[in-house]
């Protein structure tokens, strides 16, 4: 599966950016899709995933805030940011698991939030 990640910018805090995904390839095999991010200095952590089923999980950070979705044919996933706080401030990556347990990950996309 190959990605495409858009959307990240700059903005100021409590502002809203949307993030969105494009995936290609073996569509049928996604398992989950999701977002992770990695700010300077850390080690990346998930932000939300949802799963085939339509469940959703969210990290405690960003519960109530952020918003993920994806289309059935799994070829698109988005994540609604609202009411960015400048500890949201990293490089968003969007990432799938297949039913085959390989990982596949976009480019990243940069999105910094101004105090």
């Known amino acids: 599966v190959q990605l495409q990640a858009s959307g990240g910018g700059l903005v100021q805090a409590g502002e809203s950016l949307r993030l969105s995904c494009t995936a290609s390839?073996?569509?049928?095999?996604?398992?989950?899709m999701g977002w992770y991010r990695q700010a300077p200095g850390k080690q990346r952590e998930l932000v939300a995933r949802?799963?085939?089923?339509?469940?959703?999980n969210y990290a405690d950070s960003v519960k109530g805030r952020f918003t993920i979705s994806a289309d059935n044919a799994r070829s698109n996933v988005w994540l609604q940011m609202n009411s960015l706080k400048y500890d949201d401030t990293a490089v968003y990556y969007c990432?799938?698991?297949?039913?085959?347990?390989?990982?596949?990950w976009g480019q990243g996309t940069q999105v910094t939030v101004s105090s």
């Open positions: 949802i799963v085939r089923s339509g469940i959703t």
């Open positions: 990432h799938v698991l297949d039913s085959r347990a390989v990982d596949s």
């Open positions: 390839g073996r569509l049928s095999s996604i398992r989950v």
